[in-house]
């Protein structure tokens, strides 16, 4: 690997790439569909069509998101020995059925069941594929493929609800989904399949394949790995974090004395940091490995948690929230590259997808955990400090067990 990367040097490797980068972008774009920032922009027109209120609505939602974590569990682990092409097919048609039934469902198990069917196959498997590809077929630009892939979901948040609010100026909400499915059937499964032209699941680049890791890992061998549990809490920091905070943030912005159009300058340079800390992880990533990138990447969420409860300045809401992005960007590239260089390719779909689920359960048990804690008044600055200290400890432990490795490289 070269000691510096030139723009010129990333451009010929988007270029030499572009195919399998562009599916892996796409990919993790098209999770857009069940993702929440997406989802919960029905979230009035689900609740007056389905008579429910906030918090049965929130119980269904948390129950389907649970569901599909558990459930990924057991298909994440199949993307090992299937044919990638008929992988994604399978997850595109979950997510294709899903997007059906939310736009034709009257009842309440079909809303759950829609809800489920969108959050397995978008949230769920359609990031796992992206990601879970991007470093299974590159070995030397593995940092860079994993964050190429990555901005898939930055994209997705741009794109996804300025063209859903445009398109409810036209259409009821209902046909839109129905014309997601569509969309996904018609355009996108045609377009990822051709980019795939030619590779099959399981087959590695020669780059790759000649790579010699001391061994593979199965994901049984992992669950009893100590040093594996010790990063899980590192994993799981920043999809936590970053739920709870922009789930809750008019309340612990109000707290703050802060209006909704500074939150809303925030969440823009959050969107920036995340964009940069995704670019500018890649290369880092490979030319320091992920297992020495991995546990610094933890260190702007703890700076932003830091300036949460430490300040109530303007210049602190658009600063927490950048930081905050740049902490996801840094930690999402390293972590599918940390979990490759720890315990080989042959299972790491098995073992992404068992993460990947204990992720998501976070983000489902975060958002009540932390409203709980703010009905029952708990001040905003002690509740920043605390995440912030559990970041702290998560730090500690990833660096006990990346640090005391030898068999990492």
């Not at 996904?184 to 680049?205: I, Q, R, S």
Request: glycine share 10%.
């Amino acid at each position: 690997m070269p000691k510096r990367l030139l723009p010129r040097d990333y451009l010929a490797f988007l270029w030499a790439h572009r195919r399998l980068l562009a599916f892996g972008l796409l990919t993790a774009m098209l999770s857009g569909f069940g993702q929440t920032f997406y989802i919960g922009l029905f979230n009035p027109q689900l609740r007056d069509s389905f008579n429910l209120g906030h918090g049965e609505l929130g119980l269904v939602y948390g129950g389907a998101t649970l569901a599909s974590a558990l459930l990924l569990t057991w298909l994440g682990k199949l993307y090992d020995r299937s044919d990638l092409r008929l992988f994604l097919s399978g997850a595109a048609l979950l997510l294709i059925t899903g997007c059906l039934l939310l736009g034709a469902s009257n009842g309440l198990v079909a809303l759950l069941l829609a809800l489920f069917l969108l959050r397995l196959g978008g949230q769920g498997l359609m990031t796992h594929i992206a990601l879970t590809t991007m470093a299974q077929r590159f070995h030397g630009g593995r940092g860079k493929a994993v964050s190429i892939a990555a901005m898939g979901l930055p994209l997705a948040e741009a794109v996804f609800p300025a063209t859903a609010v445009a398109a409810l100026a036209y259409l009821h909400w209902r046909e839109l989904w129905l014309l997601g499915s569509v969309v996904v059937l018609v355009l996108f499964l045609p377009l990822l399949l051709w980019l795939l032209k030619g590779a099959h699941g399981g087959e590695l680049p020669a780059e790759t394949r000649e790579q010699h890791y001391s061994r593979d890992w199965s994901r049984h061998e992992v669950v009893r790995d100590w040093r594996f549990l010790l990063l899980v809490p590192a994993a799981v920091a920043a999809p936590f974090t970053v739920t709870i905070a922009f789930f809750h943030q008019i309340p612990l912005a109000e707290a703050k004395g802060w209006t909704t159009e500074l939150v809303a300058s925030g969440l823009a340079l959050f969107a920036v940091g995340h964009v940069v800390g995704l670019l500018g992880a890649g290369p880092l990533v490979d030319r320091l490995t992920a297992t020495r990138l991995f546990v610094p990447s933890l260190l702007p969420l703890i700076a932003a948690m830091a300036v949460l409860a430490g300040f109530d300045a303007t210049w602190a809401a658009l600063l927490w929230p950048a930081l905050l992005g740049l902490g996801l960007g840094f930690n999402s590239s390293a972590l599918t590259p940390l979990l490759a260089e720890r315990y080989g390719l042959a299972h790491l779909g098995a073992i992404r997808a068992l993460l990947q689920a204990i992720m998501i359960l976070s983000t489902a048990i975060g958002p009540p955990l932390l409203g709980g804690l703010l009905d029952r008044g708990l001040n905003t600055d002690v509740l920043a400090g605390g995440i912030g200290t559990a970041i702290l400890i998560a730090t500690v432990l990833a660096a006990v067990a990346l640090y005391t490795d030898r068999q990492i490289r």
